[in-house]
């Protein structure tokens, strides 16, 4: 289980939590090609180690967040708000 | 190889057992294959089984990082089933369910199979008209399939709750469903592939590809660089980041799902039973433990570790639908990382890489495809063109919106 820190209400448990997936996936233009949609639909960095994620405190403020996880420990190493430019670069 | 029988066991008993030897070869790595696949799990194992024995490649290697069968081959509840909506995954699952009909025969070793059908319970008169809808489709894609009505249900499972909170109104049986042991599966296709002169190399982690434009030309292991003509890959967890050193990306996300067994106990349960509403599937092995599985954990994770709320979450359905399994204590808990694609649909064949093939995508269901998996994987290497049963399953199908979305349409519990 996680102990995630809301940057809003502090530190709670993942069940009080909805997952968002992966952060800063950029949609392409609408002009591009069905290779470059298919990328940006379906495939994904799936990170195996810091991986940049969103997270919803669905049983709490109710506000959206940026997390920065490992997937291999689940240490929690960074967190900060949607909008904010991502400490250490944007790349999974 | 040695032939398994009753005078064979009958033989060695006399002799005090003490003559059995190693059920396969511990090969030494060769510089160069024809084929090299990556992953000893039930898929990567069946499929060099299947290129020696049918098509008589004869330089195979199989690469495993860990152990033979130490992934989710190791780590799953062991159901096979072929109860699909679609006719692509029907007839592909089918195919697997008729081989693993005839595998104990095939690798001459017992892998346990129970065909004591799987019964998908029923709670609300909207998911009973959609299981009306989901069985005429199964037998339409000539499957066995059948409705049941409460009394019947209690009859096959009379463990089940007598006055439970969600009223069971029926449910869905495939009676040809069942269980196997699938470490036997493992072994057996280990032992026949070793025998027909595959190397099967543990301990053996790929970190690389060479590559020459469009073509793989050797594989980098931590046991040296094996030259090769073509590559099948295999692995569950780690294939997102194999095709990354290949070059290209997968639509997979990696997660946690998590199982249990309680301690064993003398036959109560016969058919596996599945809730898709309570999100649960017991079963019970031969050696008597109950089997549990339930939903997976939501985030990304490769850490092999379930959550503890899923796991309340879980018992706490079992008991709901069985409460004399409240005495039972359980024994273990572990958890594999399963890889979900977009249609919960694997994916196989072709690769944009010219000679390399996958195998991957089997989310939680990849166990009872094991030998359809092995057996199309090898014909679509030897051919270079996938195999008609899987061409609907290739890489490519997100590019032409061609999904095959049975999470939806075959009430998957995940």
Known sequence: MLYIPCPFCGP???????YGGPSHVKRPELSCNDREWTQYLYHRANTKGPYRERWLHTFGCGRWFNVLRDTTTHEIKQIYRMGEVAPGGESQ | MERYSLLNVLGHALRGNTGWGPAWRTPTLQRSYDVVVI???????????????????????LLERGHIGQGNSGRNTQVIRSNYFYPVSSSFFDHSLKLYEGLGRELNF???LRQSGQINLVHTLHELEIVRRWANAIRMNGVDAEVLGEAEIRKLVPTLNARPRFPILGGLI???????????????FARGASAHGVDLVQGCEVTGFRKSGDRITGVETSQGV?????VAMSVSNQCSVLAGMAGFSLPITTTTLQAMVTEPIKPVLDPCVISASIHVYVSQSDRGEIVIGGAADVYNSYKQRGSFAVTRSVLSSVLELFPSFSRLKLMRQWAGAVDITPDTSPIMGLTPVRNLYINCGWGTG?????????????????????????RAFDLARFERGALIDEGAASVVAH
């Open chain 1, 12 to 18: 709670r448990d993942d069940t009080e939590f909805t």
């Open chain 2, 39 to 61: 992953g000893g799990g039930g898929h990567g194992l069946a499929t060099a089984y299947f290129l020696a024995k049918k098509h008589g490649v004869r330089r195979v290697a």
């Open chain 2, 110 to 112: 017992n892998v346990m």
């Open chain 2, 174 to 188: 495939q009676r040809r469903a069942g269980i196997s042991r699938h470490d036997a599966v493992v072994w057996g």
């Open chain 2, 226 to 230: 094996i030259q090769c003509d073509r």
């Open chain 2, 366 to 390: 990849g166990y009872k495809a094991i030998p359809a998996g092995g057996d199309t994987m090898a014909n679509t290497i030897v051919n270079d063109a996938p195999h008609p049963l899987i």
